[in-house]
DNA sequence: AGTTACACGTGACCC
DNA sequence: TGGGTCACGTGTAAC
């Protein structure tokens, strides 16, 4: 067990700064001895006449406070540590690859696949006879969370009205917007910027947002119209 | 400028540990006094006749050693630090965003990413019309990398003997292999396992490899069949 | 004032 | 033995 310096500011503390001090007079502040946390000489720390409070001595409520923050470094870096190790198991890597490496990988990671999703978010501009919803969160230029949301069905006269009813009720503005119509189908293309305090979870909310708008459509009459099942079928 | 309480340990080691020694009688160990490290009373740190090192002093050694460890303690947090900053430049955080939570939101975004691209990979199973390739690193069961790479091109009898050579030339054990021609061409879906030495790099070379092979094939005679430039153009 | 997060120097441990 | 990483307790600043 690894055993620091520990108590010797607290020691300072109560002894008076640097300040000769009767009970501790030649030890060395990081000189253990049984009993150190109990002794009391702090009369001194406080101007004369200011130290007596007699329920909570001063150098009890320093140990406390130093006691309290000494567990909340530990939560601290443990909490760090635990999500490092998430990272660790998340990634190709075994449990002994020291901590700067593994974020090393983790950035190579993530910008990785950033490419990978802004190169495959290029394909499939025009609507295919599949219903689709893809929503990927995308680059983040000026600190704003940029979405390219991706959505396949019927056409339909109120569709585009119900769509920009979505992004205003979910706080995203539109910063280009791509259609195409093929066969009485449409595809929609959107790319859509959240503000600053949105987390990531607004993709899941523009998910179903869109899932809904989506149900909508099909529910209705129009939607009676021959379907192909898969258009790779027929390639 | 932060002063912690340094060189407290070394002037225990070079005084004597806990002993109390000349020039130092009474001197809590933090107090600080000009010149302190070059204050030299170290003649009873070792025993008696060992200390006659003339040309390197121990207390100097010790400083050096002391010194050397702090500078590289101070490399190591900068380079995580460095690491952190640029994972925060990387996702949609502000610069005051506190270690835990930028940890947090990098295992969401890595695990999300990772979602995405196992979804996207399980499209295209059908051959297309043009030529195309596309490594994924995947999942990571039990450590080691797991890909999956896609090769669509005009099918060749040699074309599969290729491929089994260069994933044994890479070192990749093939796991699972889909394979679907139609008119002519062929779709090769491959799920490749790499050891748990090899790096992300494994990617690039798998998709060279694949570039070469596809052009060995696109230089055929095989190939001079009639070209269709854009799937999506005949939908 | 009490909490929170960070950088720092240091002892322990491992090649 | 140095050269490296890690966990730790601590000083300090911000809120």
């Known amino acids: 067990m690894h055993q620091p310096a520990e108590n010797q500011d607290l020691y300072r503390f109560i002894t008076g700064n640097g300040v000769i001090n009767v009970g501790t007079y030649g ?113 983040h230029s000026d600190g704003r969370l940029i979405f390219k949301a991706s959505l396949c069905c019927e056409d339909r006269t109120d569709l585009i009205p119900d769509l920009i009813e979505i992004l205003k009720s979910l706080h995203l503005t539109t910063l280009r917007a791509e259609m195409a119509t093929l066969g009485g189908r449409i595809r929609n293309v959107l790319i859509v910027a959240a503000d600053k305090d949105h987390s990531i979870e607004s993709v899941h909310f523009l998910q179903n947002a869109l899932k809904s708008l989506l149900e909508r459509s099909s529910s209705s009459e129009r939607s009676k119209r021959r379907r192909i099942l898969d258009r790779k079928m027929i390639m």
Chains 1, 2 share one sequence.
Request: proline share 6%; net charge neutral.
């Open 27 to 139: 030890f060395p502040a990081n000189c253990e001895f049984p009993g150190m946390q109990s002794f009391s000489c702090s009369s001194s720390y406080y101007p004369l006449g200011v130290s007596g409070l007699a329920d909570t001595p001063p150098q009890d409520r320093a140990l406390a406070a130093l006691k309290n923050h000494k567990e909340a470094e530990k939560r601290r870096r443990e909490r760090i540590n635990s999500h490092l190790d998430k990272l660790r198991s998340l990634l190709p890597c075994n449990s002994k690859t020291d901590k700067a490496s593994l974020l090393a990988k983790v950035v190579q990671r993530v910008k990785e696949l950033k490419e990978q999703t802004s190169e495959i978010t290029e394909l499939e501009t025009f609507p295919s006879e599949t219903d689709e919803i893809t929503v990927l969160s995308g680059d």
